[in-house]
């Protein structure tokens, strides 16, 4: 039955990179051996295999992370260099998911492997995750075969080394750029942004419509007001004219007959006139008095 490679076994056989290449001690961690990021990965929005060092350190916020929703390759500083009789199990570490992102790649390293390992990181958090070179992101515990276990490969089906991203990778990952879900977000909040501010000018026309309602109401109600104002002054002046008329009227029937009362009172002076001096001549002063009262008496 296999054992697992553990201890200072293990730590042995790094210094001596026996079974690890450009591994670290440090990295053993009892039963596994913990794997760190290189600073080599693939990015769709770079195209092409990247080195963190070689990324501007003002570029680094945007090509050096990883957005949420997207899915970015990284490769192993470690080179792993198996005998026949060893083989490996891996297992991503627990505190990448508790930091949001998903590590996948190939769970077993067959034996007689020799090369590095690829994973994929796949941020599921809302949140960028910023790559940090020689970090620990996945976990190897190696086993050793027993004699009975132990087997060779047929011509053509040994494991092929890896030691760097292949054609078809780098060809498939610059054409699937995805949308992450910040970008996704953000199409969504433009989204509420705009109906809001359509619904607001909607309120809007649709105040402005109600006070053009308001204020067209209010005139007609004013202009229905002037006109029966208009037309009460119309018939006051009508009725105004019509009663200056009717004084004229009257003034022209009274001047007539006064006019008529002083022809008469006129002709009725002339005889007086001759009454007096005939009177007069004649001493009959009392009775005139009594006569010319009852006579200026136009009532």
Known sequence: MAKVVSGEVLKEKV???ELIEQGDEYNCKGLKYDLVFSGRYLKAKIGSPAEYQDIPITERSDLAVIKPGEVIFVITEEIFNLPQNYYA????KRS????GINVNGALFVDPGYNGKLIFGLYNFSSEDFVLQPNKTFASAVIYELEDNEKFEYEDGKQPRPIMDFSPELINMIAKCEPIGITELSSVVQN??????LLKQKSDSTDFWKKDVQLLMEKTSQENNQVAHNIAGIQRSIEEFRKGLEAEANARKIDIAEVNKKVDRKMITLQTIGYVITTVVIGGGGTLLVGWLTGLFNFG
């Open 89 to 92: 199990q891996l297992t991503p």
């Open 191 to 196: 989204a509420i942004v705009d109906i809001n």
């Open 15 to 17: 210094r001596n990179a």
């Open 96 to 99: 990448m998911g508790e930091l």
